[in-house]
């Protein structure tokens, strides 16, 4: 989970994991006909193309996925390893250390429906929304929006930035209280935690990360 240092005021009184409301534009509202701009259809074939591609991951993995097993007559085979080449074809990308992430699943999806004569900016995008899966009624609003910052001010709060942004840490008056805070009550990534003196650093950088061995992770 990404972390970053915000500068505010010193009375800034917003709870703790909630996303900042500057962040979160309050005219969002998601179209009536989909979910996620796309018609029935290609969500469909969609998550047709992310089987085929679990089949490049079962190839290179030795493992079959549950998924597999429980719409095929499976005799216990796995799939030979030219799998991994049409799947990586297809997303236009290696398998990564945890499989295919959801971009190699869209670049499939629309080398498929390119293969097909169609054109993949064109089919399967819901006709209401346009494919940005917002209400058409609400998109002027939606769009004259502007977010904005939490009061600037001489606090020092420790963000999350996975979702849009929200507040970690009470606000402190000086980074070393921040840091001695985030020691004990704060992590860098997953469980992992940092000494008051690495925070400090990490702080003062910009870059909040946990390292393992050659391996970095924020």
Known sequence: MGRELKRVSLDFDWPIGERWKGYVNPHYEKCPHCERGYTQAREFFECMVRLILLGGENAASG?????????????GRLPSVDMVEL?????????????????????????????????????GICPTCGGDAINPAKREAYEAWKNYDPPKGDGFQLWETTSEGSPVSPVFATLDELCEWAAENATTFARYKATKEEWKKMLDDDFVCHKSGNMVFI
């Open 63 to 75: 493992k079959v996925h549950p998924y597999l097993q429980n719409i095929m007559s499976y005799d």
């Open 87 to 123: 799947t990586a074809g297809l997303a236009e990308r290696e398998i990564g250390l945890i499989g295919y992430d959801s971009g190699a699943a869209w670049k499939a999806t629309k080398n498929i429906i390119k293969t097909a004569g169609l054109d993949p900016d064109r089919w």
